[in-house]
């Protein structure tokens, strides 16, 4: 990633020849790029990412990092240029808007938990209504991954209850009960302690 007062161009290709991933892409972004009013925060932007691969995006605060990650899943509309996910590209169109939503999970920085429910309901809300799970199994995929992130005690319990580093393992446990084909992770261990970042990201 490269700064030019605040703009976020991406300039430097992937080495991907130690790599083992597939040829088929599962984001592809041609000369996308994004304004906030005059400010132009995302130039020229050209990605892709194949099946199976996982793509670390580095670079300051403020250079346009949960941007670009935001406008994958159309959470934040690009101005010009070309969004493919899975396939399908995003336009303006709300069926195409969903389709790519139901299949590419994201993981905020914030956690943005619903507060009025708890841990367990957290996690099987999206899977029950947007994937018609049945609730059994809903409820068995939750505890799978809360125990993968080490808080299945805590199913009962509020998001207010839990200290900041538990609330983020609900977060990425919620988000991979969606079983998406994407995942997009926005600083997912920022309030994880040192010791619990490892078992984190290998759930």
């Given at each position: 990633m490269a700064?030019?007062?605040?703009?976020?161009?991406?300039?430097r290709k992937i080495d991907r020849s130690q790599m083992k991933i597939s040829e088929e892409d599962?984001?592809?972004?041609?000369?996308?790029?994004?304004?906030?009013?005059?400010?132009?925060?995302?130039?020229?932007?050209?990605?892709?990412?194949?099946?199976?691969?996982?793509i670390?995006?580095?670079?300051?605060?403020g250079s346009g990092k949960s941007t670009l990650i935001r406008c994958i899943n159309r959470l934040e509309e690009h101005q010009a240029g070309q969004i493919i996910v899975d396939g399908i590209e995003l336009t303006s169109d709300l069926k195409n808007i969903d389709k790519i939503r139901s299949e590419v999970g994201?993981?905020?920085?914030?956690?943005?938990l619903f507060p009025h429910l708890s841990i367990l309901e957290n996690c099987t809300l999206a899977p029950i209504w947007v994937r018609k799970v049945p609730k059994k199994e809903a409820v068995e995929t939750a505890m799978h991954f809360l125990e993968k992130v080490k808080i299945p005690e805590q199913a009962d319990k509020f998001p207010g209850q839990l200290s900041g580093g538990q609330q983020q393992?609900?977060?990425?446990?919620?988000?991979?009960?969606?079983?998406?084909?994407?995942?997009?992770?926005?600083?997912?261990?920022s309030a994880l302690d040192p010791e619990m970042i490892k078992e984190v990201l290998d759930t």
């Open positions: 700064e030019a007062s605040h703009e976020t161009t991406v300039d599962a984001i592809q972004i041609n000369q996308m790029n994004k304004w906030y009013g005059t400010f132009h925060v995302l130039r020229d932007i050209d990605l892709t990412v194949y099946e199976g691969e996982r670390v995006i580095c670079g300051p605060s994201m993981c905020f920085q914030h956690f943005n393992r609900v977060a990425i446990a919620r988000s991979l009960c969606m079983k998406p084909r994407i995942m997009l992770f926005d600083e997912p261990t």
